[in-house]
């Protein structure tokens, strides 16, 4: 995870699509996603945020991202179903 955070911090160049299919490639489907996401939105890449969190196992360790992406309609349906 600690590798991911910082490939978005240095991963400017890439496009969110590349940059989140590059994260995936390298780390296991069981992954929290949430702290990789979390450093996106951080750090102005929202879309790559959400990009991310559509990855995330666990659906209650996504809503606190998405509320702080306004995305309320998505975080209620995620709280739902943790």
Do not use: Y
Request: net charge negative.
């Amino acid at each position: 995870v600690h590798w991911a955070c910082e490939r978005v911090l240095r991963g400017d160049q890439l496009s969110d699509q590349e940059l989140h299919d590059e994260i995936l490639q390298r780390l296991p489907p069981d992954t929290s996603f949430s702290d990789i996401a979390t450093t996106a939105f951080n750090n102005n890449r929202p879309e790559l945020a959400k990009l991310l969190l559509n990855n995330e196992p666990r659906a209650a360790d996504q809503v606190p991202l998405l509320i702080s992406m306004k995305e309320d309609k998505r975080a209620l349906s995620k709280a739902l179903e943790s």
